[in-house]
Nanobody, 115 residues
C-alpha cells in the first residue's frame, strides 16, 4: 500500500498550489479520502475530505471557500486545490485513506506560505 503526496512548495501569500496524492496497493475507489495538515508545534488537523464516489465533500472552517478537494478514480489520485494561501496554511500536508477499520497515511508534502 502506498500513498504518495506531491505538489508542496514555497509560495507567496495569495498564491495557489495543487497537491496530489497517488494511491496504489488497495482498492482506491472504495475508500474515503482526506487531507490533513500539521504545522510546527501543533497537532494534525483535518483539512478536507471526500467520499469514495465523490458524492460528498467537507472542509475545515479555516479553508472553506479557498480549498477544494477532488478525486480521479481512474487515476487513483486525490487532489487538493489551494487558493488564496495564507501564512497560517504553512504545514506538512498528508493524505489519508479510510474504509471501515483500514487506515492508510502518506508521508506528507511541505507547503510553506511566505513572502
Amino acid at each position: 500500500v502506498q500513498l504518495v503526496e506531491s505538489g508542496g512548495a514555497l509560495v507567496q501569500p495569495g498564491g495557489s498550489l495543487r497537491l496530489s496524492c497517488a494511491a496504489s496497493g488497495f482498492t482506491f475507489t472504495t475508500y474515503n479520502m482526506s487531507w490533513y495538515r500539521q504545522a510546527p508545534g501543533k497537532g494534525r488537523e483535518l483539512v478536507a475530505s471526500i467520499t469514495s464516489n465523490s458524492g460528498s465533500t467537507a472542509y475545515a472552517d479555516s479553508v472553506k471557500g479557498r480549498f477544494a478537494v477532488s478525486r480521479d478514480n481512474v487515476k487513483n489520485t486525490v487532489y487538493l486545490q489551494m487558493d488564496s494561501l495564507k501564512p497560517e496554511d504553512t504545514a506538512v500536508y498528508y493524505c489519508k485513506a479510510v474504509r471501515a477499520f483500514r487506515v492508510y497515511w502518506g508521508q506528507g508534502t511541505q507547503v510553506t506560505v511566505s513572502s
